[in-house]
């Protein structure tokens, strides 16, 4: 007897119910794929672990040396970085002043986690999400095929995802790293794609006429052009990162996101408010500062007579 | 005989998913519009034949739509054909590699484009640059390089800045020095001048017609302008729907419009101004009268004939007398042909 014939009851179909499988059936397929994934992940569990050790490493040496730097000298970094790229006395003023707050208000070491997490979060989907947008460029098909992919990874809801991560690595700052870049990435693979497809194609077919080979065209034409939508894909991955905080705390990773679960759950109004308010403020300085940077990469396209 | 540079041979290019399989339609008659109402493909170039000499200027002619940049981008092949065969310098471009195709755009043949297409997010000296960068040359050796031809077309002082800081006619200035830096031989220039006002487009003739006297590059020049194209053109093809409808010297195809497409597109020149009187000169002829270039224009040569009450002129090249025409033959030149392949045989 074959698997239908056995769970459908054919002499009972009818419109008003609908033929679903038989119950014990149900529980059949799903017993067999918990107990496969199951036994996959106590095979390749620890495999996969020793795959991301080194992202892992990475993760814990940045927040060490970001714990382990004097607070005068990261408030100053961090104005530093933010007029570097906002150019702006103002913003890197605002950055500073939001960390000393942070700061003063007790939040310094989850705060200096959030960074390091969402900073490493962001490197790797820069360092993945790039390559593979430029591949989603170069051919229909490859576009074709990522774009319902990266669909999937932005609806999907995120605890259907988060659970195999925990099954296969357990609980803590690489299934978080996870997480938050299958969250994260998709923007910045759009955005490679669609900033790399919408450079001008006369100025492509000059590069051509020139003799260029692909690797010419792209780094010395295709690339620079297109880095204004880069960089909005870079913006936005952040955001999402930041907006992943919380939720990454749910599986064990330490930062503001913590506080505000624990408030959630024990409804100290103050804690929540608090450290969402600091996760706020991140996400304000960061768009702001890579926002600024993103406009002033376009500075070539104002016409007039600056010079 | 000049040498020839660029040699089109049969060349076809059809539009669409099955260029390839439409052929035989096209060959055996088909029509653009038949071949777009039956086969949703377009015909872009049917059967061209054109010899371009070495070291002078070709002119390539039509209305909006017949081809003109499909063609020329053939030569470079940005655009691969359907069929026929592209031959520089002997070697047929359609049939080489990757590899050498890089290499022939990089030494052979550089283009300059109607919108300019320069790099917006390079200095001026660095779009000059760019071709020589690709070529693999280095900063200290390319950066005087693209200067000197920067200089050359009148852009000193704006090496630091971007293009759209400039205006369409420095533009374009950047757009031949760019071309011209990389020192290749084959110039194609696509309708290069067609996007700046009048007074603009004169001085920019003015500059290839100068940098043309020293450099003797064969120059491939799309236009859909007449007055450009005799003004600069040593040669002329006429394209229409892809076809050549004729192709010879500017005041061949003055004389002898071969159908009613080229004399519409002649209709409004100044004959007196562009017509030379050698090119009506006839080795028979007998008129007495004064001696004069075979370049001097008919309008010249008609005042001159009027003031000294002469039958005609004596037409010399080189200080050789080669012919004479009467004042006859001369007004009959200046008259407006009809397509009429008699009539027109009569004005001579
Ligand atoms: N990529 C393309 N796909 C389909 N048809 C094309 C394509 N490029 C050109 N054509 C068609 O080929 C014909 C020739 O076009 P082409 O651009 O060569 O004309 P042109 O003489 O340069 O015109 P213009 O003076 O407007 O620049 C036209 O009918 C055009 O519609
Ligand atoms: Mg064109």
Not at chain 2, 293 to 305: F, M, P, R, S
Request: charged share 20%; aromatic share 8%.
């Amino acid at each position: 007897m074959s698997f239908f014939d056995r769970c459908v009851e054919y002499d009972k179909l009818s419109i008003w119910k609908f033929p679903a499988l038989e119950k014990s059936c149900l529980r059949d397929v799903k017993k067999a794929t918990d107990e496969s994934f199951k036994s996959f992940s106590r095979e390749y569990g620890e495999l996969m672990e020793t795959i991301f050790d080194p992202l892992l490493y990475f993760l814990i040496w940045f927040e060490k040396l970001l714990n382990n730097t004097p607070w005068p000298i990261i408030v100053l970094i961090v104005g530093g970085l933010a007029y570097l790229g906002s150019r702006s006395w103002k913003l890197s003023a605002g950055a500073m002043i939001s960390f000393l707050l942070i700061g003063y208000l007790g939040m310094w070491k989850n705060t200096m986690s959030t960074v390091a997490l969402i900073s490493v979060a962001t490197l790797l989907c820069i360092v993945l999400g790039i390559p593979l947008g430029v591949w989603m460029s170069r051919s229909e098909r490859v576009q074709r095929i990522i774009t319902p992919i990266l669909d999937i990874m932005q609806t999907i809801p995120i605890f259907v995802y988060l659970l195999p991560v925990v099954m296969l690595l357990g609980i803590g700052k690489v299934p978080g790293l996870i997480a938050v870049c299958v969250y994260a990435m998709p923007p910045i693979i759009r955005l490679t794609n669609l900033g790399l497809r919408l450079v001008d194609k006369d100025i492509l077919e000059a590069a051509d006429s020139f003799g260029s080979n692909y690797r010419q065209r792209l780094f010395n034409v295709q690339f620079p052009l297109a880095l204004p939508n880069i960089f909005a894909g870079v913006n936005q991955t952040i955001m999402m990162a930041l907006a992943m905080v919380v939720i990454a705390s749910m599986i064990g990773v330490k930062g503001l996101g913590m506080p505000v679960l624990q408030s959630i759950q024990n409804q100290y109004l103050a804690l929540g408010l608090m450290n969402g308010l600091a996760i706020v403020a991140l996400a304000i300085i960061f768009d702001r500062v890579s926002q600024q940077y993103g406009k002033r990469l376009q500075r070539h396209r104002e016409g007039g007579h600056d010079a | 005989m000049p040498d020839i540079k660029i040699q089109i041979k049969n060349l076809y290019k059809i539009f669409g998913a099955n260029d390839k399989k439409m052929l035989p339609h096209i060959e055996s008659g088909m029509g653009k519009t038949e071949l777009l109402d039956r086969h949703a493909h377009v015909l872009a170039l049917s059967d061209v034949n054109i010899d371009i000499p070495a070291k002078g200027i070709q002119v390539i002619m039509g209305l909006s739509g017949s081809g003109k940049s499909t063609l020329i981008r053939h030569i470079n092949r940005l655009i691969e054909p359907t069929s026929g065969q592209m031959l520089v310098d002997g070697t047929d471009v359609l049939g080489m590699s990757d590899n050498e195709l890089e290499n022939f755009r990089r030494f052979k043949a550089s283009m300059v484009f109607q919108n300019f297409a320069l790099f917006p997010h390079k200095t001026i000296l660095e779009n000059g640059m760019y071709g020589l960068k690709v070529q693999g040359v280095k900063d200290e050796q390319a950066k005087p390089q693209a200067q000197k031809w920067l200089d050359r077309v009148g852009l000193s002082g704006f090496e630091d800045r971007y293009p759209a800081q400039l205006s369409g006619g420095m533009q374009q200035r950047v757009g031949l020095a760019r071309a011209l830096s990389t020192d290749a031989d084959i110039l194609l220039m696509d309708e290069a001048f067609s996007a700046l006002d009048p007074l603009i487009r004169t001085d920019m003739q003015d500059v290839l017609l100068d940098l043309q006297k020293e450099l003797h590059k064969t120059v491939v020049f799309i236009t859909h302008d007449l007055d450009e194209a005799l003004r600069i053109g040593d040669n002329i093809a006429i394209l229409r729907d892809g076809e050549v409808v004729q192709q010879g010297n500017p005041q061949e195809i003055i004389l002898n419009p071969a159908d009613e497409y080229v004399s519409d597109f002649i209709q409004d020149i100044n004959r007196p101004r562009v017509l030379q009187i050698g090119s009506i000169a006839d080795p028979k002829n007998k008129s007495k009268g004064p001696s004069m270039d075979a370049e001097t224009v008919v309008e010249d040569a008609l005042q001159e004939v009027i003031a000294t009450k002469a039958e005609g002129v004596k037409v010399t090249q080189n200080g050789k007398l080669i012919g004479a025409a009467s004042l006859e033959q001369m007004i009959h030149a200046i008259a407006r042909p009809t397509a009429d392949k008699k009539g027109i045989e009569s004005y001579r």
